[in-house]
């Protein structure tokens, strides 16, 4: 079973999963995540998750978690397009705004983990 | 499998004293309907609304939206494995009230999104501006869990559909279709000179908001597989997904799904369309990897020569859009692929979030960040503290005149990946 | 329909000011039409006045194009004028720069219509086609009358807002944006129409073309360093002193191939830089910062490295065709390889 890592900005995915897995959290933007993503798929990090989960806009949803496997000795090129894609994807849409409700933020913070806690269950 | 569709026109829509379809309007009786929905526990409270083509009136947010049908002798019900038994559909005869919609509207979410404008600028782009809708606002305890929430307005939804198309009963259409696919072998044979055509839809399966069930199988748990095409039209498909207004596919574009309406015009005559392959859009990579094998492998089983393509929603699936693209490609069977775009503001950025050269056959729904302005509504059912956030969502204006600019993704269906409606884009 | 009020923007070359010599002449303006904007005020008739001409060495745009930008810009502010026509500059690649970008600065700034012509291939073209109308000509200036008929009737059509958005019918060069328009048919009959045109193997049009890809295999790694004969080639256009073949400060129409048999290092003696798009005191001081003679020297003595080609490759980068780089690449690639080099390092600035 390969080493997997979670990397998220989302309190609630790193409330669940810290205890059981390896969790790269980080206070940031989606973006920030997508960064931390592709500096270690550059290092042999593999994209176990699509990167742009969820029909949420980037500059919508400020949460984003993804997983990728570890240690790997070569360079994964499919990781590499995905992530670089995704990143560029990303970038066409700007910043989501800065200020949002409380009730807003925990919803999306609540559609991430879902998203994202189907995937947990498969592995 | 042999469906027909009794075409009952609707169009007009009055709340009444009794619920009954009387020369071509449907009186409904507000609180039996009521009664109805709040049989559910989880509603708290549910506000019954019209909105009719030309009126000055914005609904927003919306949920879903689903058009009354019924099947009247039969063992099976429409959305099987849903609000009927699990028997399969598509068979028989099945009443529909055209020219009617039910559009749910629940504040499921702080960012609960989509905009149907009844007039002006805004109505060009959604196909709800031309049916009379009736809107149910649904309310429930604050108190209730996110997935509970969306399966009770999901179920409404549903309730009030089949609710409305029981009205039909006993009523002579206005008009009969009928729709008939062969078990492939005869129909290979019945056409034999004919290319074969299937068609592949792609459906949003990621979690919560982004859900879609089949005969009530969560799609996120399916392995690619076949349905007759007019499986579709009894409900076999209906949708969980709220996300994303532009380009979800409601309940009522897969009871109309117009790909399969099309191949049928075709059917007989410029080709022989065979059947559908649905598959899903996961977001772990090797379900893609295994979807995208299997929907390739299965189109080959089947020694169809072209296939059709639609997606649903944004981002990740235009990466299974071409995965299933370039595995059938490489088979040696023609495909075309029906998408939309993110292009910007400005037309000037990458559409999709992938890309491949074997996609060389795309149509497209229209680049969903231009932005349009939308005329001021007199009148907004649904939660109208959503005016604000939707601008606010997109990034939009609401200017002096409550004119709103936003980007086009916020209204429903605008640029619809089944290719319902007629926006395209071009390059200039 | 009111009278469009056209400022025009020419180079020195076409103001009858002199030739590349003259290429450093400061912005000015004349009032009325000057040069080609005799016959751009001729074809524009009664519809339409040329109220002044800005006059600009294409060096002098190219080299210090945040400032002249600027002095144009008051230059004109105090005429009321409705649209700014540059060119047009066919193939000339620092003009057509020039031309892109005093339009699209304008049009942001001033907030007035904005065109102008070249041939397709000008570096001009992908740097501001996603800002403005570039009016197709072909590469030469005997194209001059119908590329001004062309950009006149032009004109009066924005003037009057009545550009189609097609750039086939229209004559522009496809500026790489999408636009939403309402079909005839939906999008799923476009479709099965589409396939059966495709299964049928006759022509059909996609909706949208995915986005060509100049992908190269990468090379096999190096596996021994201190066996590879290292090469450098640059875009950064150090050149030795007095840039003996006159290579161009920008839109570069050739490389050279420079020896550094004798040389342990590059310094303000024997080597400068030729291009125009950077500061170039630094490497004018000390080449070596853009062509690392000095580090690949060392290298060599320390046996880190096998050896260092005895020759440099070099061009200038900025606002050079596409089509001249991938020229000067597949030369300089040939003769790479009929010297064994292994491995290059490609600095740019």
């Given at each position: 079973m390969e080493q997997t890592m979670i990397i998220t900005n989302n309190p609630k995915v790193n409330e669940k999963y810290h205890d059981s897995k390896t969790v790269k959290f980080l206070e940031g933007t989606y973006l920030d995540v997508l960064l931390a993503a592709r500096n270690i798929v550059h290092k042999g990090g593999v994209l176990l998750t699509h990167p742009l989960s969820s029909s949420l806009k980037p500059n919508e949803t400020p949460y984003k978690s993804l997983l990728v496997a570890q240690n790997k000795e070569e360079v994964d090129l499919k990781s590499i397009d995905l992530i670089e894609n995704s990143i560029a994807t990303a970038q066409k849409f700007g910043s989501h705004p800065k200020e949002m409700a409380i009730k807003k933020r925990e919803d999306y913070k609540l559609i991430d983990l879902d998203l994202f806690d189907h995937v947990m269950d498969k592995i | 499998m042999r469906l027909e569709l009794n075409y009952i026109t609707i169009n007009e829509m009055q709340f009444s004293s009794m619920s009954k379809i009387h020369n071509q309007t449907l009186l409904i009786n507000k609180k039996e309907l009521e009664d109805l929905i709040l049989k559910d526990e989880h509603i708290q409270s549910v506000e019954l609304d019209i909105a009719r083509p030309g009126e000055s009136v914005r609904i927003t947010p919306v949920k879903d939206v689903l058009e009354p049908r019924i099947k009247e002798q039969s063992s099976s019900g429409v959305f099987p494995g849903v609000i009927s038994g699990v028997e399969t559909v598509g068979s028989g005869r099945t009443n529909v009230l055209k020219g009617v919609a039910v559009v749910t509207s629940g504040r499921?979410?702080?960012f609960q999104e989509g905009i149907i404008d009844m007039s002006g600028e805004g109505a060009k782009y959604t196909p709800f501006s031309e049916t009379v809708n009736l809107v149910m606002t649904c309310h429930c305890h604050d108190s209730i869990k996110a997935h509970e929430h969306e399966k009770a307005v999901r179920y409404a939804g549903l309730r009030a559909a089949e609710y409305l198309g029981k009205l039909s009963i006993g009523i002579e259409g206005d008009s009969l279709e009928t729709y008939e696919t062969l078990p492939l072998l005869q129909s290979v044979s019945h056409y034999p000179e004919l290319p074969k055509v299937a068609y592949v839809q792609m459906l949003q399966s990621q979690g919560l908001l982004h859900d879609t069930y089949v005969y009530g199988v969560?799609?996120?748990?399916?392995l690619p597989t076949l349905l007759y095409p007019t499986e579709l039209m009894d409900g076999a498909i209906i949708s969980g997904n709220c996300v994303s207004a532009c380009d979800k596919n409601t309940t009522y574009h897969h009871q109309n799904n117009c790909v399969i309406q099309d191949l049928f015009k075709q059917h007989g005559k410029e080709i022989n369309f065979v059947g559908v392959v649905i598959t899903n859009e996961n977001v772990y990579l090797a379900d893609k990897e295994r979807s995208s094998d299997w929907t390739a492998k299965l189109v080959e089983y089947l020694g169809v020569d072209g296939v059709i393509i639609s997606q649903e929603g944004f981002g990740n699936p235009d990466t299974d859009l071409i995965m299933n693209c370039r595995k059938i490609e490489s088979k040696g069977i023609d495909t075309v692929i029906i998408t939309d775009e993110y292009a910007g503001r400005d037309g000037a950025s990458q559409s999709l979030a992938d890309a491949h050269q074997s996609a060389d056959a795309v149509v497209t729904g229209g680049n969903a960040n231009e932005l349009i302005v939308l005329d001021p509504m007199k009148k907004t059912i649904g939660h109208i503290e959503y005016v604000e956030k939707i601008a606010g969502g997109f990034n939009g204006n609401i200017n002096e005149n409550g004119s709103i600019v936003v980007e086009l993704q916020a209204i429903i269906g605008s640029t619809n990946e089944l290719g319902f409606g007629k926006l395209s884009a071009k390059d200039i | 329909m009111e009278k469009l009020k056209i400022i025009h923007y020419i180079n020195q070359f076409y103001a009858g000011i002199g030739g590349e010599e003259k290429a450093d002449e400061p912005p000015q303006l004349i009032k009325g039409p000057v040069g080609p904007g005799i016959a751009l005020q001729a074809a524009l008739g009664e519809s339409g006045d040329i109220v002044a001409t800005v006059v600009c060495g294409d060096s002098t745009y190219t080299e210090k194009m945040d400032e002249t930008r600027e002095r144009i810009k008051e230059l004109v502010k105090p005429f009321n004028f409705d649209m700014i026509i540059a060119g047009p500059a066919f193939n000339a690649g620092r003009y057509g720069v020039a031309c892109g970008d005093v339009a699209s600065f304008l049009q942001k700034e001033l907030g007035v219509f904005a065109l102008t012509g070249m041939y397709p291939e000008n570096p001009g073209v992908d740097l501001y086609k996603k800002e403005l109308y570039i009016l197709e000509t072909k590469n030469s200036a005997a194209d001059m009358r119908k590329a001004i008929k062309k950009m006149a009737t032009f004109a009066l059509r924005m003037k009057q807002n009545d550009v189609i958005e097609g750039y086939k019918e229209e004559g522009y060069i496809k500026r790489g944006l999408r636009r939403n328009y309402f079909n005839d048919k939906r999008g799923s009959e476009r479709a099965v129409d589409m396939l059966i045109s495709k299964m049928n193997q006759r022509p059909y049009e996609t909706e949208y073309s995915m986005p060509e890809f100049d992908r190269v295999k990468p090379g096999n790694s190096i596996k021994d360093l201190t066996k590879a004969k290292i090469a450098i080639v640059t875009?950064?256009?150090?050149?030795?002193?007095?840039?003996p073949d006159h290579i161009e400060s920008s839109s570069a129409s050739k490389y050279g191939k420079y020896s550094i048999k004798e040389f342990n290092n590059l310094s303000n003696m024997d080597h400068e830089t030729a291009h125009g798009?950077?500061?170039p005191i630094f490497a004018n001081e000390d080449a070596d910062r853009v062509v690392p003679v000095d580090v690949l020297r060392d290298l060599e003595k320390e046996g880190k490295i096998g050896k260092l080609h005895p020759y440099f490759y070099s061009t200038t980068g900025n606002g050079t065709a596409v089509a001249s780089a991938k020229k000067f690449a597949t030369d300089i690639a040939l003769d790479l390889k009929e010297n064994k080099v292994d491995a290059v390092i490609l600095t740019s600035t």
């Open positions: - | 499921i979410v702080g969560d799609a996120k748990h399916i | 875009s950064g256009g150090i050149v030795p002193k007095g840039n798009g950077y500061d």
